[in-house]
């Protein structure tokens, strides 16, 4: 069965400073991986995702994830944090097929500090 | 027009009663869940519906019944609430096929007393 695993509950950096939430993926096959936002009492918003191709993805917000295969890993990057990234930050992926099964990781909660 | 809405918002009742939770979509997609977030914000599918075909049933009480009268729809039936049922519960749907984004609804907050 595939799964994600986030290693970090929590990631704390200084607005400006490069951030990285972590990723990696245990799948068969090739694998799709997400990464989805939540803010505060809202659902999840898709920001990027990989399915196959160049292995650095960019996606909402300045976002970008790079896909790692020899590390299995899928980490979300951002060269310059702002306040207003500081939210709940979720690796997904999901397999082919109309069943779309898609599994989540812990959650990293982001906090950027002013 | 929200592409995913859920009712209701909140929901506070108690222990044993039986409750719903209503999903629509009008996003046109043909697969619809139900997730369950927990306190320590952990996310879990529990169903998945593909045109009205229930398509994944994870591990949940059979307290549980979902119901999808049509693909734009899909609702969620709670019998004999306990307190561990507290939670956010989740609807989103996708179009079918691995690789497509889930678009979720705002949530449900369930509380059980």
């Known amino acids: 069965a595939q799964s994600v695993a986030q290693p970090e509950d929590q990631v704390n950096v200084a607005e400006g400073n490069p951030l990285t939430v972590k990723c990696t993926y245990s799948?068969?096959?090739?694998?799709?991986l997400f990464w989805y936002v939540q803010y505060p009492n809202r659902g999840l918003q898709f920001l990027l995702k990989?399915?196959?191709?160049?292995?650095l993805v960019k996606g909402s917000y300045g976002f970008e994830a790079e896909f790692n295969k020899s590390q299995t890993s899928f980490h979300l990057k951002k060269p310059s944090a702002l306040v207003s990234d500081s939210a709940l930050y979720f690796c997904?992926?999901?397999?082919?097929?109309?069943?779309?099964?898609?599994?989540f990781g812990a959650g990293t909660r982001l906090t950027v500090k002013p | 027009d929200t592409a995913v809405s859920q009712t209701p918002k909140y929901l506070v009742t108690q222990m044993g009663n039986d409750k719903s939770i209503k999903c629509e979509q009008n996003?046109?997609?043909?697969?619809m869940y139900w997730y369950k977030q927990d306190s320590k914000k952990f996310l879990k599918i529990m169903f998945s519906?593909?045109?009205?075909?229930?398509?994944i049933n994870e591990t949940v009480p059979n307290r549980f019944s979902p119901k999808s009268p049509d693909k734009a729809h899909l609702n969620l039936h709670i019998n004999s609430l306990e307190l561990g049922d507290s939670a956010v519960y989740f609807c989103?749907?996708?179009?079918?096929?691995?690789?497509?984004?889930?678009?979720f609804g705002a949530g449900s907050r369930l509380t059980v007393l």
């Open positions: 997904a992926t999901s397999t082919a097929g109309k069943g779309n099964d898609m599994r």
């Open positions: 799948v068969s096959g090739n694998p799709y």
């Open positions: 990989y399915i196959t191709g160049d292995n």
């Open positions: 519906y593909n045109n009205k075909e229930l398509i």
């Open positions: 996003l046109g997609h043909d697969t």
């Open positions: 989103a749907s996708a179009r079918s096929g691995g690789a497509n984004v889930l678009t």
